[in-house]
Nanobody, 124 residues
């Protein structure tokens, strides 16, 4: 059974930093593209970042480019999202997701497995 468990979300002030983690089990982690998505109240789930099997390729939404960094540790079956210079607009539930194949999909439908999410709240 595949499980993705996010952690690290909390309340933070504008300009602050957070690192989210997503621990995976039940799959061959190093064979999966991993992605981060977020969903704010009343809005659709949106792409944040994705990373290839080896970590050599990454993709970011324009809204987070230069502020967020996705990385992975295949030995620990964990993907990370380092978030810097946080803004109130970053407030959302953050989800990690996994997909087979090599493409760094930016659509939610491109991912097979999902975590339960972790809440990030940025206060102004």
């Amino acid at each position: 059974q595949v499980q993705l468990v996010e952690s690290g979300g909390r309340l933070v002030q504008t300009g602050g930093s957070l690192r989210l983690s997503c621990a995976a089990s039940g799959l061959t982690f190093s064979s999966y593209v991993m992605g981060w998505f977020r969903q704010a109240p009343g809005k659709e789930r949106e792409f944040v970042a994705a990373i290839s099997w080896s970590g050599g390729r990454t993709s970011y939404a324009d809204s987070v480019k230069g502020r967020f960094t996705i990385s992975r540790d295949n030995a620990k079956n964990t993907v990370y999202l380092q978030m810097n210079s946080l803004e109130p607009e970053d407030t959302a539930v953050y989800y990690c997701a996994a997909r087979a194949g090599a493409a760094l999909s930016i659509t939610a439908t491109g991912y097979t497995y999902w975590g339960q999410g972790t809440q990030v709240t940025v206060s102004s």
